[in-house]
T-cell receptor, first 111, second 117 residues
């Protein structure tokens, strides 16, 4: 079964500390992985996608097919990074565009 | 462009009442989706419409119906609301036919917070 797991409900770090939000997936085909972010009182928005191999707001994520993981990392957390983060999966050859979301991790960056 | 809009923003219902959540997008996207967001559960797909004129069930369709009114609008109806349907509902759209899907992202609305008493 297709599944996305984010083991941490809450991750609390101090400003300037490194951050790693974990995401593991279960999927037999070639998935596409995404990270979405929801800041307080704002709508859900795409942060980054594995296929682009980009760094957005200092965040990076590498798809590790061997470990079936797509962890989100940032070397130095900022207070404005505080938000809810969702990892999501889409079938690589999807003709429906459906996403499967993880449970979400709240990142709290303390001053 | 307003992007994806949803109405209402908040709603309180009594058990057994019905209501329709409205969603519209002005990005000329082909595909639209309804999700519910619950603490500890993430976002779960209720129904989706891959293209105008088609609708399909998602992960949690029971108790809901949808209508793809036209390319812009996709409504979600609760015929007989239950407390278990207390949630935040998000609508999203995607340009499924626009170029390589891999680079296409879902755009989300601001959400509707529904409480069923």
């Amino acid at each position: 079964a297709q599944r996305v797991t984010q083991p941490e409900k809450l991750l609390s770090v101090f400003k300037g500390a490194p951050v790693e939000l974990k995401c593991n997936y279960s999927y037999s085909g070639s998935p596409e992985l995404f990270w979405y972010v929801q800041y307080s009182r704002q709508r859900l928005q795409l942060l980054l996608r594995h296929i682009s191999r980009e760094s957005i707001k200092g965040f990076t994520a590498d798809l590790n097919k061997g470990e079936t993981s797509f962890h989100l990392k940032k070397p130095f957390a900022q207070e404005e990074d505080s938000a809810m983060y969702y990892c999501a999966l889409r079938h690589g050859s999807s003709n429906t565009g459906k996403l499967i979301f993880g449970q979400g991790t709240t990142l709290q960056v303390k001053p | 462009n307003a992007g994806v809009t949803q109405t209402p923003k908040f709603q309180v219902l009594k058990t057994g009442q019905s209501m329709t959540l409205q969603c519209a997008q002005d990005m000329n996207h082909n595909s639209m989706y309804w999700y519910r967001q619950d603490p500890g559960m993430g976002l779960r797909l209720i129904y989706y419409s891959a293209s105008e004129g088609t609708t399909d069930k998602g992960e949690v369709p029971n108790g809901y119906n949808v209508s793809r009114l036209n390319k812009r609008e996709f409504s979600l109806r609760l015929e007989s609301a239950a407390p278990s349907q207390t949630s935040v509902y998000f609508c999203a759209s995607l340009d499924l036919a626009g170029g390589t899907i891999s680079y296409n992202e879902q755009f989300f609305g601001p959400g509707t917070r529904l409480t069923v008493l």
